[in-house]
């Protein structure tokens, strides 16, 4: 029972993770992208914050795209 419990903590851990993961990459493009969209597109482009939580009604691409423009400006 005891290994049954870790394992299933265990597994929710590393999907957890996993989703987090993923968020956070879309954030990233996201951010990168409208960065780009006010300096141009020959420009560095800061390293990627840490992605908040995602609203209700949005993406964490389109929150990276906000987040992008407002490093940039």
Known sequence: MKNLLKGLFASTA???????FAGQAEFCSG???GYKSIKGDM?????CPVAPVT??????FREGLKAG????S
């Open 14 to 20: 590393i999907i957890a993770s996993t989703l987090a």
């Open 31 to 33: 951010f990168e992208e």
């Open 43 to 47: 420009v560095i482009v800061p390293i």
């Open 55 to 60: 609203p209700i009604g949005s993406t964490d």
């Open 69 to 72: 423009m407002r490093a940039a």
